[in-house]
């Protein structure tokens, strides 16, 4: 059974620090690995989505990587803004397309 | 292009009611699902639709909770009777594919029993 980890679980920086949020999963056996911001009352915007295929995925500030071997995924994040603050989730599908989460990582980024 | 809609976004309802909830996914996608997230829990799959076809309802917790897609296009799922623990946000995600295809998730409805 697919686990999801992320942790810590709350993370405060100050505006302008580059961050990295941790996902790790005990099964390798992944097609991808998609990391979803979530803002208060809001849905999940999908971010990015890594193929297993991939190692890297990057759109503007945001970079996620994918060591599928050690079961770790990582968002980095460059030069922090307090919009940025958000909930940020990382999901694996499963061979059934159902997707398996991680409880999250709420970030604050301070002015 | 619209995105998944889901209405209500929010529902308080005293334990014994009857709710239900509906979703719209995202037009020309075959595959919808439904995912739960109770508090202090992660995000929890219920089941998968592919056009009317119940795929895989592996995660639907008991037989109170009964989901349709007539037609293939807008889902809804019904809680009957609802219990406290039923509270929570409830998701609704679509994807043109399945297989891994990302999923596109709508604001999800917050559901109460008192």
């Known amino acids: 059974k697919q686990e999801v980890t992320q942790i810590p679980a709350a993370l405060s920086v100050p505006e302008g620090e580059n961050l990295v949020l941790n996902c790790s999963f005990t099964d390798s056996a992944i097609y991808n690995l998609q990391w979803f911001r979530q803002d208060p009352g809001k849905g999940l915007t999908s971010l990015l989505l890594i193929q297993s295929s991939q190692r890297e995925q990057t759109s503007g500030r945001l970079n996620a990587s994918l060591d599928k071997s050690s079961g770790r995924s990582t968002l980095y994040i460059a030069a922090s803004q307090p919009g940025d603050s958000a909930t940020y989730l990382c999901?694996?599908?499963?061979?059934?397309?159902?997707?398996?989460f991680g409880k999250g990582i709420t970030l604050s980024v301070r002015p | 292009e619209a995105g998944v809609t889901q209405f209500p976004s929010h529902s308080v309802i005293e334990k014994g009611q009857t709710v239900t909830l509906r979703c719209d996914p995202i037009?020309?996608?075959?595959?919808l699902y439904w995912y739960r997230r109770v508090m202090g829990k992660e995000i929890k799959f219920l089941l998968h639709?592919?056009?009317?076809?119940?795929?895989?309802e592996s995660g639907m917790p008991n037989n109170r909770f009964l989901a349709e897609r007539t037609g293939g296009t807008y889902s809804t799922l019904k809680v009957q009777p609802a219990e406290l623990e039923d509270s929570g946000v409830y998701f609704c995600?679509?994807?043109?594919?399945?297989?891994?295809?990302?999923?596109?998730f709508g604001p999800g409805t917050r559901l109460t029993v008192l």
């Open positions: 999901a694996v599908p499963g061979a059934n397309s159902k997707l398996t």
């Open positions: 037009s020309g996608h075959d595959n």
């Open positions: 995600a679509s994807s043109r594919t399945g297989g891994g295809d990302t999923q596109y």
């Open positions: 639709f592919v056009k009317e076809s119940k795929q895989d």
